[in-house]
């Protein structure tokens, strides 16, 4: 197609030499350079709050690599733009905030650089699972991770004290509170079932023992519709046929008015949500607490996680090194680590990130042991693996579990599972995927 | 005589009524504006309260005022886009109307059909076409497509062929004046109104656009104010959606366009069949 | 001014051969460049597809293929394309009459309070005022007055007692999304009949008046017939906009349970590209879309003779 648009793509990269803002990366050398005293600029794909207050610090102290944050609306839309520029061969930044769960999509589109040598070393300072996320178990370094997000249960305390209740342990416990304080006041909910929210049900999966992906050999396997998630499927179906919990979608106009009037008591959520509750209900500060998740087995206790992500290079990228070197201090030097946690309002994933969190988020200001609660999640994390076409499993969850949430039955809920499944499992094989079994 | 008061009063009623439906969501905005980001979700819906300029200096100070500079960015999308759009439709219109050559009722079905053509799907490969020039995220990104308006030629065509009398252009060749002369001199200053239209048409299709931007634009400073605002409202799971400022931006957002229909309201007089701007 | 004088100066000689192609030029350039390009190189990647080999993690794992006809068969027998397409025809047989009905009759009681300035200058004002107002902000508003604990309507239901309709539940989506079409819209066509309306000299009612005509006869037999050619340009505009229904939806989508990522034509479109990321599959579902919107609205307009689009003076 190149060269058939060639005179016409003439006259208008004429009238891009016109522009001062064409983008940073569109110059003519693609070769790595080594030059050290070379002043390179790099674009900063992010949507994590106040990121260009961090990048000051960094361009501070290294004049000659100086890194610009472009803010973005969130994890989907990033991805989006980035896999487009991807397949268009420019428009791409240097680096790129991406969520774990987009890491295989984006390696499998081939947009996402290996970093092995120059950010391999920093291994041991991340969990584990953490690491795993980045590597997708290979020798490849895909990204240095950045932010984690284990899941932890919020509740209304005033509102649990009135009836007697504390927080749960199980989910039969949630499950009896969720009853209780609907049937002393109908308006009120512990919860509610959100179908426009898949990354929660997937972190509620992996908390029951899921992984819905896996690769075996050189086939991917998927395992959606598997006994765990039924039961998490089954669960929450069950509340919601009850009518003991909401079904509507979280993060709307409704659902911040539920939060303000004291309707909403409850919020199965991860470490990152007391800023998601100061700014959507501020006047109720001084009213949550934070606690541990309710468990499937109080004597193995487990968490997933709901966000969190890494920090990676791009392919597109014409300094990938000094890109790395970026990547790796702002997720490992501890002054970079200390300014993700109060600047960026991130929990940031290294191991270091319990010494720089010292004292709770103003939102919890009276819960001491607010981070120490969130460390413990963090151990407690379940593995999980994700596969290279989440977003059809995601778009496909939204699909299959409105249309349940709406109907307010069990049995489609469970049922969403088997559709989730098959949309899968096509797409892979559509794609020309190996897909075991 | 009383049943034509009566009948009267109905169309004064029924008029009335329409206006209030078109108002509602204009009056609510304009009310949930005045509120802090707690009355919002708290206070009856149609009371107002008193922290509009709260909510605006909130809007303000969000990342040094780049609300700003998307207001800015989109009169500048807007304008410089309809201007452009205006005087290569006006160009296009007025060979199409006046001149006799081989291919024109060609390239006029071509643009008729250009006009069925959905925006949304020139957005995809427009971007990867744009990309392959390395112009995406860039100024001209948006501007360029929007410089072409299909519609606005056919509009254009339809003015010149009503409002430009051949006999005119005959004199002026007389005269010794350049095609071009006669066209900046003569043409031009004869299909003003209708022009007005065409620029108000393009001003608020380019306006009120958001897929091509959305795509095209990776760096929010260049962002118009539809995208900015979807982006203020969908911050992800971890960010609470900001609603006051999408509210208090929404308001301010509307606040020029109605200020242009007020000021040339007499040039959305558009007869769009018979093809004469009746001002 | 002889006719021979005239033909000549229309078919000028010499150096002006080139006049009309000039003034084409810039217009045919941009046509060229950011609709017909488009165009054609969506139908080329309606024809490709990606293969990947393996577990599709290496940078070399992905080739682009020919498909040949499959991406359309695939889009054909998706089973969310056509409910998709029968959602957005009951969306049509909504909205179209409705916001054409009601601008008729706006345009017709404005043309009948012809005298009366005031009101008639105010009412055209507010209904106009939609239009200026971008559809993805329009439907944020109405999401909000959708939405029960935030919504005004909730309250005026509850305060004559009876308990208010959930707008977004399965029964009255379509119904919720159409109003903010009918919103936006109304206005914009109210304008365009009334315009035509205007350029009916008084006196030809007058003397229908004299006849003993009442108004609604008048309006019937006299002003109807004389706006048909903008109520055909207002119908073919209408549904082209309905086929492409898109950004109301959208917005509205993360409020509901009740609208699925492929609710419209178009939503499929935009699932295939950026969620999916099949930009193959949605290149094809656009096509069909695009050759459906030609085939519907030429067809119209061959139907009603082509009078409206003015083709030749």
Not at chain 1, 46 to 67: E, L
Not at chain 2, 266 to 276: F, H
Not at chain 3, 63 to 70: F, K, P, V
Request: glycine share 8%.
């Amino acid at each position: 197609m190149k060269t058939k648009y060639a005179p016409l793509m003439a006259a208008l990269t004429a009238a891009a030499l016109f522009t001062g803002t064409a983008c940073s990366n569109s110059g003519s050398s693609s070769e790595q350079t080594t030059d050290p005293n070379e002043k390179v600029s790099l674009t900063y794909w992010t949507w994590a709050p106040n990121m260009d207050k961090v990048a000051a610090a960094w361009n501070a102290k290294n004049p000659n690599i100086q890194v610009t944050v472009n803010k973005q609306d969130g994890g989907d839309p990033a991805v989006t733009k980035l896999l487009t520029a991807i397949k268009a061969g420019s428009g791409a930044p240097d680096i790129m905030q991406a969520e774990y769960q987009k890491i295989p999509t984006l390696v499998s589109a081939d947009a996402l650089a290996d970093i092995a040598a120059d950010a391999g070393s920093l291994k041991d300072k991340f969990p584990a699972g953490a690491w795993n996320g980045v590597t997708l178990g290979s020798d490849a370094v895909y990204g240095v991770p950045q932010d984690s997000g284990p899941l932890m249960f919020f509740y209304r305390a005033d509102v649990f004290e009135k009836n007697g209740l504390s927080a749960p342990k199980t989910w039969d416990e949630y499950a009896t509170a969720a009853e209780k304080i609907h049937k002393a006041n109908p308006k009120q909910y512990l919860g509610t079932f959100s179908a426009t929210d898949a990354g929660l049900f997937t972190g509620l999966a992996q908390q029951a023992g899921a992984s819905w992906w896996g690769v075996q050999g050189d086939a991917w396997s998927v395992a959606i519709d598997e006994p765990n998630t039924q039961k998490v499927a089954a669960y929450w179906g069950g509340l919601v046929e009850k009518g003991v919990i909401d079904n509507k979608p979280m993060y709307t106009p409704e659902w911040n008015a539920a939060l303000n009037d004291g309707t909403q008591v409850g919020w199965v959520s991860a470490v990152w949500a007391p800023g998601v509750l100061e700014g959507s209900a501020k006047d109720t500060k001084g009213k949550w607490k934070a606690a541990a998740m309710p468990q499937w087995d109080a004597a193995a206790p487990a968490t997933g996680a709901w966000g969190g992500s890494a920090t990676s290079v791009t392919t597109q990228s014409k300094h990938k090194k000094q890109a790395a070197q970026f990547v790796s201090w702002l997720n490992s030097d501890p002054e970079a680590v200390k300014l993700l946690a109060t600047e960026a309002s991130v929990y940031p994933a290294s191991n270091d990130a319990a010494s720089v969190l010292t004292s709770p988020p103003a939102f919890f200001a009276d819960q001491a042991d607010y981070y120490a609660i969130a460390a413990e999640a963090s151990k407690q994390m379940k593995p999980f693996t994700y596969g290279p076409n989440v977003n059809v499993a995601y778009s496909a969850f939204n699909d299959a579990f409105g249309k349940a949430a709406e109907s307010k039955k069990a049995s489609a809920f469970t049922e969403s599972l088997t559709t989730m499944q098959k949309t899968t499992v096509d797409d892979l094989k559509n794609a020309g995927f190996n897909v075991a079994g | 005589m009383s049943l034509k008061k009566g009948r009267s009063k109905t169309a004064t009623a029924l008029l009335l009524l329409g206006a209030a439906y078109c108002l509602l969501p204009v009056l609510w905005v304009l009310i949930a504006s005045s509120k802090s980001s707690g009355e919002l979700f708290s206070t009856f819906t149609l009371a107002p309260s008193t922290h509009l300029f709260d909510n605006l200096a909130d809007l303000s100070g969000y990342r040094d005022g780049l609300y700003w500079r998307w207001m800015a960015n989109t009169a500048l999308y807007a304008g410089v886009g309809a201007a452009a759009s205006t005087l290569i439709s006006a160009m296009a219109g007025f060979a199409l109307a006046k001149f006799d050559f081989p291919g024109k009722s060609a390239v006029f079905n071509v643009i008729l059909a250009g006009v069925l053509v959905p925006g949304v799907l020139l957005a995809i490969p427009q971007y990867l076409l744009l990309a392959k020039v390395g112009m995406t995220n860039t100024y001209w990104a948006v501007l360029l497509p929007s410089f072409i308006s299909p519609y606005g030629i056919y509009l254009a065509r339809i003015f010149a062929a009503a409002s430009v009398p051949t006999e005119i252009l005959e004199a002026s060749r007389i005269d010794g004046a350049g095609d071009w002369r006669t066209f900046g001199t003569v043409v031009l200053p004869m299909m003003r109104t209708g022009l007005v239209t065409v620029f108000l048409f393009q001003f608020v299709a380019v306006w009120n656009n958001f897929m091509l931007p959305y795509i095209m634009l990776g760096d929010d400073r260049l962002y118009p104010i539809t995208v900015g605002l979807n982006g203020l409202l969908n911050q992800g799971a971890n960010q609470p959606a900001m609603y006051t400022a999408v509210v208090t931006g929404a308001l301010v957002s509307i606040i020029p366009l109605i200020a242009l229909f007020l000021t040339l309201q007499r040039y959305w007089q558009v007869d769009l069949a018979a093809g004469g701007v009746k001002a | 001014m002889t006719p021979s004088a005239s033909t000549t100066a229309r078919r000028p000689v010499g150096r002006r051969a080139g006049t009309p192609y000039a003034f084409l030029a810039p217009a045919m350039i941009l046509f060229v460049a950011f609709l017909a390009a488009p165009i054609v190189y969506a139908a080329y990647l309606s024809l490709r597809k990606v293969k990947v080999s393996g577990l599709g993690l290496g940078a070399k794992s992905r080739t682009e293929i020919w498909a040949g006809l499959d991406n359309y068969a695939r889009s054909l027998t998706d089973p969310d394309f056509l409910p998709s397409v029968g959602r957005i025809g009951l969306y049509g047989l909504i909205v179209v009459p409705t916001m054409l009905g009601l601008a008729l009759l706006f345009a017709l009681l404005l043309d009948a309070n012809r005298t009366r300035e005031s009101v008639g200058k105010f009412a055209r004002i507010s209904i106009f005022l939609p239009y200026a107002v971008p559809a993805v902000v329009g439907s944020l508003l109405w999401g909000f007055l959708y939405l029960p604990r935030v919504s005004p309507i909730t309250d005026l239901f509850e305060a004559v007692g009876i308990t208010a309709p959930e707008l977004l539940s399965r029964d009255l989506t379509l119904w919720a999304v159409a109003n903010i079409a009918v919103w936006g819209g109304t206005g914009f066509n109210m304008i365009v009949i009334y315009t035509a309306l205007r350029a009916v000299p008084l006196s030809l009612y007058e003397s229908a008046r004299i006849d003993g005509a009442s108004e609604v006869a008048i309006a019937w037999r006299i002003k109807i017939p004389i706006v048909t050619p903008s109520l055909i340009m207002t119908f073919v505009f209408s549904l082209i906009a309905t086929l492409q229904v898109f950004a109301e939806p959208m917005t509205l989508r993360p409020l509901a349970n009740t609208i699925s990522t492929t609710w419209t034509p178009l939503m499929k479109v935009y699932r295939d590209a950026f969620t999916r990321n099949d930009l193959y599959a949605a290149a094809a579902t656009s096509v069909i879309i695009a050759l459906a919107t030609f085939i519907l609205s030429f067809g119209f307009l061959k139907l009603v003779g082509r009078r409206a689009f003015n083709q030749e003076d």
